[in-house]
């Protein structure tokens, strides 16, 4: 028997965002990332995080940055809309790490969401609640337009009950210690990059902060600070540019005498945390030749590219970049790094600048 077919009828719009939130929130870490980004959007130079039950009970984000203008809150968790990007060719200059006004849009079709800013500009913060893209009011019965408030220059944004109404997503986070670890690690990385803003993370309840950076520390310090001073006394720096293929690069990578369980692979192109496997492998391959079995290296790699021969937008996370003459760049970079370790093996110096 042939199947008849079904009415084809128009998704409910929240069904569509809740679909569309779930491409770009996979967990508490990915929500976490684009608050974050956020922040340093805004030009902070404190960023203090706070965590509940890994994230899913509430994940809060303060920042020093230069706020949302009381105007502005009533569509800030409307999707597409953003204060970054105008018109489509502004893609290939893109200096910000958002342009697609859709994170915090997402979060409140998954979650519930309060946001607390104040500008220079204004003498008070502004407070406002939003569930599925709009606002709520803050307390039953109340009015949902945003409220004054009492508050320092700056954004607060609350993130509380992840995935509430996505069951299955939720009770596939069973373990939040788990939940927390990636979250610390995106925060780790984010603070190694960011040296000159101070970041802090913290469980609720608990005293003391699992990681607070100084404004003032270095890259170094920072590392170090992370991951033990024994990779921070052992790291070499690299930095060189290439001016045919258009590439700048700058890091700190382990030498032959550091060596660790897991590779710690952080890369950074035009300032996004992305993978690249072509480039994670070639790294592993040079370290292969040059460590002991089943040891590994730490790389912190910044590279710069041209913008215009980078590709952003290839998925909504933004997890992955596309650019020009990839596999040349990684042939380059892998060089490099062969180079620079094979010299400092020679010499077996490994002082480091702090
Ligand atoms: P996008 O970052 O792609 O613009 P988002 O949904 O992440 O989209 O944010 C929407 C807008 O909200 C931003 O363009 C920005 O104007 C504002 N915004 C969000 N977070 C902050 C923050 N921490 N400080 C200042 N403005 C913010
Ligand atoms: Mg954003």
Known sequence: ?????????????AVVNRIAAGEIIHRAANALKELIENSLDAGATNIQILIKEGGLKLLQIQDNGHGIQQEDLPIVCERFTTSKLKTFDDLTSIQTYGFRGEALASISHIAHV????????????????????HLVPIKPGAASEPRPCAGNVGTQ??????????????NAFKNTSEEYNRILDIVNRYSIHNTGVSFTCKKLGTA??????ATSASTVNVIGQIYGSQVSTHLVKLECQDNSLQFKVKGYVSNANYSVKKTTFILFINHRLVDNNALRRGVETVYGTMLPKGAHPFVYLDLALAPENVDVNVHPTKREVHFLNEDQIVAALIEQLQAILASTTESRNFEVQT
Do not use: W
């Open 1 to 13: 028997m042939t199947p008849t077919p079904q009415p084809i009828r128009r998704l409910d719009q």
């Open 114 to 133: 309060t946001i607390t800013s104040r500008t220079t500009a204004s003498n008070c913060a502004y407070r406002a609640k939003y569930s599925d893209g």
């Open 157 to 170: 944004i609350t993130v509380e009950d992840l995935f509430y109404n996505v069951p299955f997503r939720r």
């Open 208 to 213: 003391t902060a699992d990681l607070h950076t």
